[in-house]
């Protein structure tokens, strides 16, 4: 199985963390979307597109490469996040409608706390502290193994 996996993480490097994990057990390269030759995605199986939260919605830069992409029918794809507080669910919405309509078949997402030093929280030292941590990143390779298990069964079926 063949997967990359795009990734923006501008605040404190938390997701890039995340990534690297995920990347581990999927054999994956990471880049930022601005590396990535889109006339080779055609080549994966599986696509991740990971950012932090900022302002409620996955980074400006994930989300303008999706809208500039080909439409890549069927094609495997997850979604990841780090963030400070609130729902993960909501906060993909707009990369995971982004994806649909570009034909993707999203195989799964994930979530974690970041660290988070945004504005004032700053003045008190930010929240989540040590976020992820070790338990983020174990699950973030459990969740890794799952999308691999998945991906491969349904290409031995193919
Ligand atoms: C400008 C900015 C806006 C943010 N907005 C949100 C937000 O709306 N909701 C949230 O839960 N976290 C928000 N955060 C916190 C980040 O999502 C969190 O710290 C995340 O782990 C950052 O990931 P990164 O280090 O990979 O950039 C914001 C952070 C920044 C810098």
Same mark, same amino acid.
């Not at 997701?15 to 006339?39: D, H, S």
């Not at 439409?71 to 707009?94: C, D, M, N, Q, V």
């Given at each position: 199985?063949?997967?990359?996996?795009?990734?923006?993480?501008?605040?404190?490097?938390?997701?890039?963390?995340?990534?690297?994990?995920?990347?581990?057990?999927?054999?994956?390269?990471?880049?930022?979307?601005?590396?990535?030759?889109?006339?080779?995605?055609?080549?994966?199986?599986?696509?991740?597109?990971?950012?932090?939260i900022y302002f409620?919605?996955?980074?400006?830069?994930?989300?303008?490469?999706?809208?500039?992409?080909?439409?890549?029918?069927?094609k495997g794809a997850?979604?990841?996040?780090?963030?400070?507080? #609130? +729902?993960?669910? *909501?906060?993909?919405?707009?990369?995971?409608?982004?994806?649909? $309509?570009?034909?993707? @078949?999203?195989?799964? /997402?994930?979530?974690?706390?970041?660290?988070?030093?945004? #504005? +004032?929280?700053? *003045?008190?030292?930010?929240?989540?502290?040590?976020?992820?941590? $070790?338990?983020?990143? @174990?699950?973030?390779? /459990?969740?890794?193994?799952?999308?691999?298990?998945?991906?491969?069964?349904?290409?031995?079926?193919a």
């Amino acid at each position: 199985m063949k997967a990359i996996i795009i990734c923006v993480s501008v605040h404190h490097g938390n997701t890039k963390k995340v990534a690297r994990a995920m990347a581990e057990v999927l054999g994956a390269e990471v880049l930022g979307p601005e590396e990535v030759e889109v006339e080779r995605l055609q080549d994966y199986d599986l696509i991740g597109f990971g950012s932090g939260i900022y302002f409620e919605r996955p980074h400006r830069r994930v989300l303008s490469f999706v809208e500039k992409l080909p439409a890549l029918e069927g094609k495997g794809a997850f979604i990841f996040s780090t963030r400070g507080a #609130g +729902p993960a669910g *909501l906060y993909h919405r707009p990369l995971r409608k982004k994806l649909l $309509e570009k034909g993707f @078949r999203i195989v799964g /997402e994930f979530s974690c706390k970041g660290f988070d030093t945004v #504005g +004032p929280l700053k *003045l008190f030292g930010g929240i989540n502290k040590g976020r992820p941590n $070790e338990e983020d990143l @174990r699950r973030a390779r /459990e969740f890794a193994e799952g999308l691999k298990a998945q991906v491969e069964g349904g290409m031995n079926y193919a």
